[in-house]
T-cell receptor, first 114, second 111 residues
Framework: NAGVTQTPKFQVLKTGQSMTLQCAQD?????MSWYRQDPGMGLRLIHY???????DQGEVPNGYNVSRSTTEDFPLRLLSAAPSQTSVYFC?????????????FGPGTRLTVL | KQEVTQIPAALSVPEGENLVLNCSFT??????LQWFRQDPGKGLTSLLL?????REQTSGRLNASLDKSSGRSTLYIAASQPGDSATYLC??????????FGKGMKLTVNP
């Protein structure tokens, strides 16, 4: 049982490049979310999904796209990377009921955009 | 809009002290309050979740309380140890599947 896995762990991009951050979970959790963590800003929600085929925007969605074709995977796409997207990105999952179920976080992806 | 605040941003204490970490939130219409721990370069690990109908939760040396009327939650750490050194974050869930995080408090427990 691997829990929540994220790849890559580190990535350096040039401005304008695109890439996909991968998130996978083997806990059969319905809820999945992407956060970014910046110094002095805390964690901010980018996008989230309440189940396969369903996604919605969080607090800071601009510049990011997501899709949820399976329960297990929730990739985050940067279409045209900008220096402002330099951050640590965390994927999180939750069983089903946000009122009672805690979130499980992946180890994070550290992204630098030059 | 829900805002979650943690003060102070950092705390350094000698080993063995009993600690109280504070978390305040602006919207009392909160469904639950969660406490997380984050070690350097790692993801977040859930410590305790308090539902709005509960007043406290306990796990080992940790005890978390929730007072919705005052907009406050506290995390109590008994007999602190160097291994407790980490950043502690609280987060409030106010509906719409969105968890709002505080900026965290960096705790250092000195041997």
């Amino acid at each position: 049982n691997a829990g929540v896995t994220q790849t890559p762990k580190f990535q350096v991009l040039k401005t304008g490049q695109s890439m996909t951050l991968q998130c996978a979970q083997d806990m059969n959790h319905e809820y999945m979310s992407w956060y970014r963590q910046d110094p002095g800003m805390g964690l901010r929600l980018i996008h989230y999904s309440v189940g396969a085929g369903i996604t919605d925007q969080g607090e800071v969605p601009n510049g990011y796209n997501v899709s949820r074709s399976t329960t297990e995977d929730f990739p985050l796409r940067l279409l045209s990377a900008a220096p402002s997207q330099t951050s640590v990105y965390f994927c999180a999952t939750q069983l089903a009921e946000p009122l009672t179920d805690t979130q499980y976080f992946g180890p994070g992806t550290r992204l630098t955009v030059l | 809009k829900q805002e979650v605040t943690q003060i102070p941003a950092a705390l350094s204490v000698p080993e063995g002290e009993n600690l109280v970490l504070n978390c305040s939130f602006t919207d009392s219409a909160i469904y639950n309050l969660q406490w997380f721990r984050q070690d350097p370069g790692k993801g977040l690990t859930s410590l305790l979740l308090i539902q709005s109908s509960q007043r406290e939760q306990t796990s080992g040396r940790l005890n978390a309380s929730l007072d919705k009327s005052s907009g406050r939650s506290t995390l109590y750490i008994a007999a602190s140890q160097p291994g407790d050194s980490a950043t502690y974050l609280c987060a409030g869930f106010g509906g719409s599947e969105k968890l709002v995080f505080g900026k965290g408090m960096k705790l250092t427990v000195n041997p």
